[in-house]
């Protein structure tokens, strides 16, 4: 047997820049963004009363896709409304890049989604008055703040509408409405990027499209994006995909193919609810 000398081992020590480097990376892939805790949300009260949540502990890690899942009424909307600080829970607190927000003055939250959070929604909500580049600026100008000019090239480079920047709405596609949404949701760097039904409103070729701009926005650009979808095949591009029903999350998991996710959303309205408790606590 051949023992190692003092310099070999020294020679495969990893260095004070590797451990560093190590450590940036470890703290990237486990520093939850958003991270919420014993969330409720009830509607009503006594016997007309409705639990849109029950008790919902849930973290989303830097970097990440992930798609929230359901049936109708399982609670993915509220969810993502009260994560994004649109909607109050009932009870338990959410937390945006380190700071709660469940107990925000209004003014601060109101701060806090400008700054912090990025939107899509299924129905693109662009200003008609404005361009497109208009559009994409807006959140900067509202907060009179200037554009970060390399920034603005990558992201409108990213949306690939360098050509369509001074035509408004009305003159663009669906898909192209869509991507300028994309865009201005992603022109203020936020720690978070919420994504409501964003290809609802696409047929398939051009949905593709806005799908490929939220995986390119996390994979290049280190974006969190949270989407909440019906759609199988806009879910099977997340890294993972969370399901909810009578407001529980039931499963969790990794990247899921698009059939494996149909057979899932399949069992989910087939099965009662405390039997998948049961199974995903296994």
Known sequence: MQYKTTTERERIAPTPEMLAQFERQFATETRPVVSARGLTRTYGKGDAAVHALRDVDIDFAEGKLTAIMGPSGSGKSTLMHILAGLDQPTGGRVAIDGVEITRLKEKKLTQLRRDKIGFIFQSFNLLATLTADENVVLPLSLARRRADEAWRRTVIDAIGLS????????????????????????????????????????????????????????????????????????????????????????????????????????????????????????
């Open 163 to 282: 050509d369509r920047l001074t035509h408004r709405p009305a003159e663009l596609s669906g898909g192209q409405q869509q991507r300028v949404a994309v865009a201005r949701a992603l022109i203020t760097r936020p720690a978070v990027l919420f994504a409501d039904e964003p290809t609802g409103n696409l047929d398939s070729r051009t949905g593709g499209e806005v799908l490929d701009l939220l995986r390119r926005s996390a994979d290049e650009f280190g974006q969190t994006v949270i989407m909440v979808t019906h759609d199988a095949g806009a879910a099977s591009i997340a890294d993972r995909v969370v399901f909810l029903k009578d407001g529980r999350i039931e499963l969790d998991r990794e990247r899921m193919t698009r059939d494996d996710i149909y057979d899932t959303i399949k069992d989910l309205e087939d099965r009662p609810a405390a039997a998948l408790s049961e199974e995903a606590a296994r």
